[in-house]
């Protein structure tokens, strides 16, 4: 009896290791990439592809991406945007964007922190206001009746951050 309960601890134990490395190495897989500017996961929905000092970088959203050109003085220029309802690429020129609705994917982790209060995400955040990027300016339309925020052409945006 004891024999086949030490055999069933060591299956178990063999059992959980197995599957505790394959998760690792799923885990090591699947990481997101992380934000050149602010380190957080993208979220791949929002993600921001911006020229910094001659290379493309990979930014967590629009608003981040923008920021950093507001707070260092590089000349930051973006230069593919992802549709947030498709994850489809977006050249800036043709993309729309919903700026400051409810929906911002890079403030979620604060808001968890704050339970009763406002969210944290409302404070000063380099990804706030929320900018989400549309293909169609009917689909901004959509969302922003949904969400609020304005919609605006993304170009519009960028010439209000550059001034
Ligand atoms: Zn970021």
Redesign the pocket.
Known sequence: MSNTRWFVALAIVAVVAALGYIGFRAYRGAQPES??????P?HVHSRTVAVVNGRSMP???PA??L?EREQEGKPVRIVELTAFLTGAKLSPNQAYVVKGSDVNM?ARAHEMIDVDKRPAGILYD??SPSLLAFGQRSEAIEFAREHGGEVLPFKAVTAEFGR
């Open positions: 934000c050149y500017a602010c380190q957080r993208i930014f967590c959203c981040c991406a920021s890079c380099r990804c």
